[in-house]
């Protein structure tokens, strides 16, 4: 009943629900979290369920970034149906914990929505090219790893 120290959190493994498919390998997960940093950074992110459903059913475009460890699983289970609808790229990362972290917040994160375009105003040309270039390669791996379930 001793006090658990930080390593020692990190290395429990996380409950995935069962519908956390695709999920991100250490890879794409680790690229995806560095895109929402850079995207919270240059104020291109949505956090929360409500936020990202509002996103959604205007019409932006972006990619969906869902955490696995939801629970209640309910929570998210529209979310997926929603972006394939809205033909929106979605993958699952595995800690929503590490997801609120990337994008600079302390509450545990449910989903993000990495935006193409800021919601105000307008990026600095290299901020925004970097953004761009970092979005479209998690982008075309996100897809390859869509690809290889169906």
């Avoid at 995806?32 to 459903?53: D, I, M, Q």
């Avoid at 059913?57 to 929570?75: E, F, H, Y």
Wanted: charged share 30%; net charge positive; proline share 6%.
């Amino acid at each position: 009943m001793g006090s658990d120290t930080e390593a020692e959190k990190k290395k429990t493994p996380v409950a995935l629900a069962p519908i956390a498919k695709p999920l991100a390998g250490k890879k794409l997960c680790k690229r995806t979290l560095k895109l929402v940093r850079k995207a919270s950074e240059a104020k291109c992110l949505k956090r929360g369920v409500k936020e990202v459903v509002k996103s959604i059913r205007r019409g932006q475009k972006g990619l969906c970034i869902i955490a696995g460890n939801i629970s209640p699983i309910d929570v998210i289970t529209h979310v997926p149906i929603l972006c394939e609808e809205a033909n929106i790229p979605y993958v699952y990362v595995p800690s929503k914990e590490d997801l609120a972290t990337a994008g600079t917040t302390k509450r545990p994160t449910c989903c993000v929505l990495v935006l193409t375009k800021p919601a105000k105003g307008e990026l600095e040309e290299d901020v925004k090219e970097k953004l761009k270039t970092d979005y479209d390669q998690v982008l075309s791996e996100v897809a390859e790893v869509t690809s290889s379930m169906f």
